[in-house]
C-alpha cells in the first residue's frame, strides 16, 4: 500500500534555474499589454517548430521515453492529450477512477497532468502526493486548485473564492525560468477560462509566482492577479496555472 505522508516536506531552496523577473540574452523585453486583444489560435506546426529551436534537444530526447513517461488523468473540461497528440508525444491517459487504483504504477512517469475536472479520491490524492515527493513533476489547472491541490499539497497555494470576469489578460513575468522562459517575452495576452479559481499563495517563502497580471488583480480579493505559480515539494516540483 501507500504511506500515508503527514505535514509539509521542506525544499532544499528555491526552485532550481530560476531568477527573478527579466533574464538578459533569454527573453525579449515587451511592452505592457494595453487595449482591446482578441484570443486567436496559433496552429500547432507553428508552435512546434518554436519549440524545436528554442529546445532542440528536447523532442529528441523525448522520443526516448515510452508512453508511461507522461500520464494525463483526464477531466470534464480540458483535454491536455490533444496537444500531447498534436506533438507527437508519447503518453498514458487515464481516467480519475484508473489513477486511483493502488496498481498504476508510476516508477517510470516523470510528468503528470491532471486536468480540470479530474475526479481523484483520497488514494489519487496520496498518489500523486507520493508521485512528487520522490520526484516527479505535476501540472495542474484552473478548478484543480480548489478540486484537489490544495488539499493535497496543504499550505502552499489555495482558492481564494475569487473568479476571474473576462477572457483576456495581460500576462507579466515575475519570476522567470532560464527553460521555461527560453525566447518568450517578459508581457503578453494570456486567455483565461471566465469563473476560473484565482490563487492564493500561503507559503511566501516556498512558493515561486511565475507570472501575474495587473488587470486581474481587479477581480482578485487579494489583489495578487497570479496566473502562474510553482513550489518544490520533497525532491519533486508542481506547476500550477
Known sequence: GIRPLSGNVSSRGNLQGLSSGYIPGIMARTEPVRGHVSAQVVKPDIY???LEKTHPGFALNISKYGEESIIVVKGQWDSSDKILDKFAFKHRKVSGKDFNK???DLSRTKLVIVDCGANLDQMGKQKLRQFVYQGGYLLSTDWDLDAFLSST??????????????????????????????NTVTCAPWKLDQESHLIRVEAPGRVRVLIESQRLRKDDPDGRGILAAAFQFGKGYVLHM
Open 48 to 50: 512546434k517548430a518554436w
Open 102 to 104: 493502488l496498481d498504476l
Open 153 to 182: 499539497f496543504r499550505n502552499y497555494v489555495v482558492w481564494n473564492r475569487g473568479v476571474n470576469h473576462s477572457l483576456i489578460y495581460d500576462a507579466n513575468v515575475v519570476s522567470a525560468d532560464s527553460v521555461l522562459f527560453k
